[in-house]
Structures are given as structure tokens and as C-alpha cells.
């Protein structure tokens, strides 16, 4: 995966300290700081921005160029993980990944702001009558131990905004989302469509906690698990989304994976705002 990802030994950038811990990010520091420094790239990620999940002939266009400089340009926003593809048929669709960015803006951004804006901006597109969104990190562990994270109740609610979410994730089970205390019935709920443990799970989804979600109706979620040397990629892919979904829907899976990443590597829980919203002991100030 290029600079993706890198050796045992990181460069001292691509690590934050948490006490003595040490979280290891694959994903290149310099490696997307000198992506975003080219006005071309940074254009490309407006363009995705606008509208996500484009093949290069549409990116093209845009660009007093040839199709291979573009080309090229998107292979340098893929190699530092910016952006990920997927396959749609005989075309190849780019998809904006804010995962290292964020990743970045904890590192760098967050400590010198006011702790309140933490929080990652949720990105819009428009793909046909449905939307999606693309979200992939790279996190040092096992499959099986990142499949018992994602499944168990217990340590999902340390990521996972101190919530519950519980099932017995088999083809065709129920699944519900609730807080410990405070909130009155699930958050969400949905069914389990696939499990193949520790590799790939796909649920429904519905969200339940007010009103305007209630109104968005049912989606989908793909949690996809691949070994990579001693590490493992997780891409999630939230779709079947209403065409302009509401942002509260699918907007918190950069701070969900985050989380998840951080307590698998470290046994630390994140305290960014929200991070543990429903716990019933908050995070500390």
C-alpha cells in the first residue's frame, strides 16, 4: 500500500504518547501533509468532497491535464490513505477517507485548539438514488481480536460512545444499541445480515434516539477485516443511505474508529467530546 503503511520502527511523527503507552499510525504524516500540499490534490479532495465515490474519467475533467496526471495525483492521495476505492463494475470509484486527516488533527490540531472543536466535519456526496460512505484505518492487531472488539458489548461500549450493543451476531440475529442509563428504549437496532467471523459483518441499521433519525429509516453497515503483516485493515462502509442523509446518521464513524483503533493499541479510551457521551461515568475534563 505505498506509504500506508509502515515498519516496526515509525518515523517519531507517526506516533502519539499516551502516558507510556505508544500508539503507532500507519498511516504516513509526511506522507499526507505533503498529499494536501499540492493545490491539484487538494482539489481533487474538494471535488469528492462534493460528490463522493467518482471514477477518474469524471475527476478528469475537471483538470487542464492528461487523464494519467490525474491519475497519478489520485495514486499519491490513495498511498498516504486520504481517499480508498472501490470496484463498480468495470469502473473504479474514489472514495474520500477522513480517517487519517482526523488522525492528523488529533495529533497536531486538536492540542492547540479549545477541546469542543474536536469534532471531524462529515462529508456529503450524491451516488445515484443512495448514498455511502467509505471509512478504512489500519490498526495493530489480530482479526480475532478485533472482531471480539467489534462484537463485545463490554469493550465496544469503551469506543463506542459508552453504549451497549448487543447480539449474538449470527446470520439473521437481532441487534440493539442502548445506553446504561438516561435514555428510555434503543438508540438503534437492526439485523444482523452476514457474519463470517473474524472477516467480514454486515448489519442493518436504524437509528432511534430522535425524530429526524427515526425519519431516515433502515441502512446498511459493512465492517470488512483483512490481515495485513502484523496489523489489520477495517474498512466500514455505511450505504443504502437517503439520497442527502442526516449527517447524525453515519457522521460519527471517524471518532467510533478512532476510538477503537486507540483502545486496541494502547488499553486507552479516547476523552475527545462525545467520545463517551451515554458512559455512565464521563470522560475525565
Not at 37 to 54: N, V
Not at 147 to 158: H, Y
Not at 164 to 177: A, E, I, N
Request: proline share 6%; aromatic share 8%; glycine share 8%.
Amino acid at each position: 500500500m505505498g506509504s500506508v503503511w509502515r515498519a516496526a520502527e515509525p518515523d517519531p511523527t507517526t506516533r502519539t504518547l499516551t502516558g507510556n503507552l505508544v500508539v503507532t499510525y500507519f498511516y504516513s504524516v509526511d506522507g499526507v501533509f505533503k498529499a494536501l500540499a499540492d493545490p491539484t490534490r487538494r482539489e481533487l479532495l474538494d471535488a469528492l468532497f462534493e460528490q463522493d465515490g467518482q471514477p477518474l474519467n469524471t475527476l478528469a475533467v475537471r483538470f487542464d491535464m492528461s487523464r494519467i496526471a490525474v491519475a497519478k495525483h489520485l495514486g499519491v492521495l490513495q498511498g498516504c490513505g486520504v481517499i480508498t476505492t472501490q470496484r463498480r463494475g468495470r469502473e473504479k470509484l474514489h472514495f474520500l477517507n477522513p480517517i487519517p486527516i482526523r488522525m492528523i488533527h488529533h495529533r497536531w490540531v486538536s492540542k492547540f485548539t479549545e477541546p469542543w472543536a474536536a469534532g471531524l466535519i462529515g462529508l456529503r456526496d450524491d451516488l445515484e438514488q443512495s448514498m455511502e460512505r467509505v471509512f478504512e484505518i489500519y490498526i495493530r492487531t489480530s482479526p480475532e481480536r478485533l472482531w471480539e472488539a467489534i462484537t463485545d458489548p463490554q469493550t465496544r461500549a469503551k469506543y463506542h460512545f459508552g453504549t451497549l450493543v448487543t447480539s449474538d451476531w449470527v446470520t439473521g440475529s437481532p441487534w440493539k444499541q442502548e445506553a446504561p442509563g438516561g435514555f428510555e428504549g434503543s438508540l438503534s437496532e437492526g439485523e444482523v445480515v452476514h457474519a463470517e467471523p473474524p472477516c467480514r459483518l454486515v448489519h442493518t441499521i436504524r437509528s432511534l434516539w430522535d425524530a429526524e433519525v427515526i425519519a431516515e429509516g433502515a441502512s446498511r453497515v459493512t465492517w470488512q477485516i483483512e490481515q495485513v503483516a502484523d496489523s489489520c485493515r477495517l474498512t466500514v462502509t455505511h450505504d443504502e443511505l437517503r439520497d442527502d442523509a442526516n449527517e447524525q446518521v453515519y457522521g460519527g464513524w471517524p471518532m467510533i474508529l478512532s476510538g477503537l483503533k486507540t483502545w486496541l493499541e494502547t488499553g486507552e479510551t479516547l476523552t475527545t467530546p462525545g467520545s463517551l457521551m451515554y458512559a455512565e461515568e464521563p470522560p475525565p475534563a
